[in-house]
């Protein structure tokens, strides 16, 4: 029960890197009375254990993700650097 009401809460998702941040929690007594949840701090217990280490994970893969977009920028020559010395 504690993985399908995961599922039904919204995702919360930082707006300017995308980054992943979770669940909103806002209807989790909701789904508790609708489901009859008869063990709700056990049930918050395994998704919130469940949801850390799915940030965890899927900060991890973003990481990859931009690790592998930089050497793919280098080896199309964008690792090139330069510098300019201006005196005025």
């Known amino acids: 029960m504690a993985f ?4 039904l809460l919204p995702d919360h998702w930082e707006g300017m890197s995308g980054s992943y941040l979770g ?3 806002d209807g989790i007594e909701y789904y508790y009375k ?3 949840v ?3 701090k ?5 998704m919130k254990t ?3 280490e799915l940030v965890s994970y899927r900060a991890e893969q973003a990481e990859k ?3 592998a977009d930089e050497r793919k920028a280098k080896a199309a020559g964008g690792g090139k650097n330069y510098t300019h010395n201006v005196r005025g």
């Open 4 to 7: 399908f009401i995961f599922n």
């Open 23 to 25: 669940k909103y929690w």
């Open 34 to 36: 609708v489901y009859n």
């Open 38 to 40: 008869l063990e709700p």
């Open 42 to 46: 056990v049930t918050l217990y395994i």
């Open 50 to 52: 469940y949801e850390s």
């Open 65 to 67: 993700k931009r690790k």
